[in-house]
Nanobody, 128 residues
Framework: QVQLVESGGGLVQAGDSLRLSCAAS????????MGWFRQAPGKEREFVAA???????YYADSVKGRFTISRENAKNTVYLQMNSLKPEDTAVYYC??????????????????????WGQGTQVTVSS
């Protein structure tokens, strides 16, 4: 069982930066691939970024070059550094975890349904 708690959301202006954190419980954090997803009002939850045990990262095209995902296994924490924020980045951001397997391809980690554990979400609002 893994419990995830996100923090760091808030209200910012376009062009500003935010760093989200996701703290995970349990002693096997280093065995899990971690993902960030977001959900805007009236829209489906969508993939933002993911990081595997190996450190390999994946990004949605909409955030590539602006967002950076990283992990700190010693602190059981994954981060999402968000720069050059846009109003369309406004959403609830969720952290997710799934056991990593070497044979899984990049597409696997972009799919909402593949992750076993989810946090409660943190609101990010970007004003224009």
């Amino acid at each position: 069982q893994v419990q995830l708690v996100e923090s760091g959301g808030g209200l910012v202006q376009a062009g500003d930066s935010l760093r989200l954190s996701c703290a995970a419980s349990g002693r096997t954090f280093s065995s899990y691939a971690m993902g960030w997803f977001r959900q805007a009002p009236g829209k489906e939850r969508e993939f933002v970024a993911a990081i595997r045990v190996s450190g390999t990262t994946y990004y949605a095209d909409s955030v590539k070059g602006r967002f950076t995902i990283s992990r700190e296994n010693a602190k059981n924490t994954v981060y999402l550094q968000m720069n050059s924020l846009k109003p369309e980045d406004t959403a609830v951001y969720y952290c997710a975890a799934d056991l990593d397997r070497i044979y899984r391809g990049s597409d696997y980690f972009t799919r909402v349904g593949e992750y076993d554990y989810w946090g409660q979400g943190t609101q990010v609002t970007v004003s224009s």
